[in-house]
């Protein structure tokens, strides 16, 4: 693999997910693999889970690790052509790039959309400029409308606990105060349709994912009718994509936190969130912490579907 930013990079889905299982059953089994190899991590956002969990992995492969965090510490990029540099930016992503790939053999980067330009946000400016001019294996760790990281340890998560062979998978919008970028729903939805499981997602009207995302996901506006029978709930606040809202909170319904009683319309579902989750906004103490909340589970596999990443990038290099 040369790179990793969509679910296409990945190949056959269940073929991944035996790998990262074989991978959790012994994750020093490739100790050796990325030896005298050397992986940059660069971030643009925060992050506490891709940061600890991508960099566990790559120690579990014998890899050397840089961090960098673009905002504390290095100067200020621009990322578009043609600015005149006059501004508080001191150097521009084309040179700092090059030299970045200079250090390293492998490039993780975490990079959020800007949610004031879609055509900018969609296109994937960031990482696309990395992938065309480091020369090396990049792997996204939340890009501007994908998260294949988050999904890909998600996938795991559902296969471990799923107890039919065609669970129903329902993500559902939960209100937020801050506007989100679409990239863990899209991410997620683009994961799901890959799977043969009933996926179903739900969202006030406004919110709807770019069509290319929900693909043939069912759209339920009903939450309660979208909720019943599920075996899993992924929740997750995303703000509107569709134009002229684009970027924008439209709605802080609380009635959409998925609490007891919503929880109760299912088929005792699992509770899912990438995490980090406000609590009591779009999900309640209770749901989040009563047993059939595998969030933490979930938040563990990062660690191993980085490790898969990195290990067929590592085996891409040779
Ligand atoms: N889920 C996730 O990506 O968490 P962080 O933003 O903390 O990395």
Same mark, same amino acid.
């Given at each position: 693999m040369k790179k990793f930013t969509t679910v296409d990079d990945i190949g056959n889905l269940r073929e991944a997910v035996d790998e990262a299982l074989m991978i959790k059953k012994d994750r020093f089994a490739f100790s050796d693999l990325g030896r005298n190899r050397t992986l940059l991590m660069i971030f643009f956002n925060s992050s506490l889970r891709t940061r600890l969990s991508t960099q566990k992995a790559a120690i579990n492969l014998g890899m050397n690790v840089i961090v960098l965090d673009v905002n504390q510490g290095a100067w200020k990029l621009e990322t578009e052509r043609g600015v005149i540099m006059d501004g508080d930016k001191a150097e521009h992503l084309l040179e700092a790039i090059p030299v970045m790939a200079c250090y390293c053999d492998i490039i993780g980067v975490r990079s959020f959309a800007g949610?004031?330009?879609?055509?900018?946000?969609?296109?994937?400016?960031?990482?696309?400029?990395?992938?065309?001019?480091?020369?090396?294996?990049? +792997?996204?760790?939340?890009?501007?409308? #994908?998260?294949?990281?988050?999904?890909?340890? !998600?996938? *795991?998560?559902? /296969?471990?606990?799923?107890?039919?062979?065609?669970?129903?998978?329902?993500?559902?919008?939960?209100?937020?105060?801050?506007?989100?970028?679409?990239?863990?729903?899209?991410?997620?939805?683009?994961?799901?349709?890959?799977?043969?499981?009933?996926?179903?997602?739900?969202?006030?009207?406004?919110?709807?994912?770019?069509?290319?995302?929900?693909?043939?996901?069912?759209?339920?506006?009903?939450?309660?009718?979208?909720?019943?029978?599920?075996?899993?709930?992924y929740a997750k606040n995303w703000s509107a994509y569709a134009d002229p809202n684009y970027g924008k909170v439209l709605?802080?319904?609380?009635?959409?936190?998925?609490?007891?009683?919503?929880?109760?319309?299912?088929?005792?579902?699992? +509770?899912?969130?990438?995490?980090?989750? #406000?609590?009591?906004?779009?999900?309640?103490? !209770?749901? *989040?912490?009563? /047993?059939?909340?595998?969030?933490?589970?979930?938040?563990?596999?990062?660690?191993?579907?980085?490790?898969?990443?990195?290990?067929?990038?590592?085996?891409?290099?040779?």
């Open positions: 949610l004031k330009d879609k055509n900018e946000d969609y296109e994937e400016r960031v990482i696309e400029q990395f992938i065309r001019y480091s020369g090396k294996s990049v +792997f996204s760790m939340e890009a501007a409308t #994908r998260h294949p990281l988050q999904s890909f340890a !998600d996938l *795991i998560t559902i /296969e471990e606990f799923k107890t039919k062979p065609r669970p129903k998978v329902v993500m559902t919008w939960a209100p937020h105060p801050r506007a989100l970028p679409q990239a863990v729903p899209n991410s997620f939805a683009e994961w799901m349709n890959r799977t043969d499981y009933e996926f179903v997602i739900t969202h006030p009207e406004g919110y709807e994912l770019d069509p290319r995302f929900v693909g043939n996901a069912r759209v339920e506006y009903d939450r309660d009718k979208a909720f019943e029978g599920a075996d899993f709930i709605s802080t319904d609380r009635s959409w936190m998925v609490d007891a009683r919503a929880m109760s319309l299912t088929d005792n579902a699992f +509770f899912m969130h990438c995490l980090p989750v #406000r609590r009591n906004m779009i999900v309640s103490d !209770d749901v *989040i912490e009563s /047993e059939r909340s595998i969030v933490i589970p979930e938040a563990a596999n990062r660690e191993i579907s980085a490790q898969t990443v990195l290990k067929r990038l590592l085996e891409g290099l040779k």
